[in-house]
Nanobody
Framework: QMQFVESGGGLVQPGGSLTLSCAAS????????MGWYRQGPGKQRDVVAT???????NYMNSVKGRFTISRDNAKATIYLQMDNLKPEDTAVYYC??????????WGQGTQVTVSS
């Protein structure tokens, strides 16, 4: 199974931007569809955006037009560019394979807080 290290989170004002990174290791990254997930306070973990091996992307409705997922197979890294951030985007963000495998490994995540 792959291991993941997420980074790039922080505190940002509404309307601001952040770029998250997720470095993967432990397997052949390029053969996997990947996703960004988030878990807000008191909420379940949801998939935010996905990217396939041929760079096809999908987004949850609430982030369409604001978030952009991308991948760099040479660096075994995926990114999430987040623009026009809203308070409801506050969450811990994780990356993982998509769809999830049984007993999936999770990284530590990266905290995104959107607040004035």
């Amino acid at each position: 199974q792959m291991q993941f290290v997420e980074s790039g989170g922080g505190l940002v004002q509404p309307g601001g931007s952040l770029t998250l990174s997720c470095a993967a290791s432990g397997s052949v990254f390029s053969i996997f569809d990947m996703g960004w997930y988030r878990q807000g306070p008191g909420k379940q973990r949801d998939v935010v955006a996905t990217i396939s091996t041929d760079d096809s992307t999908n987004y949850m409705n609430s982030v369409k037009g604001r978030f952009t997922i991308s991948r760099d197979n040479a660096k075994a890294t995926i990114y999430l560019q987040m623009d026009n951030l809203k308070p409801e985007d506050t969450a811990v963000y994780y990356c993982n394979e998509y769809p999830l495998v049984a007993f999936a490994n999770w990284g530590q995540g990266t905290q995104v807080t959107v607040s004035s």
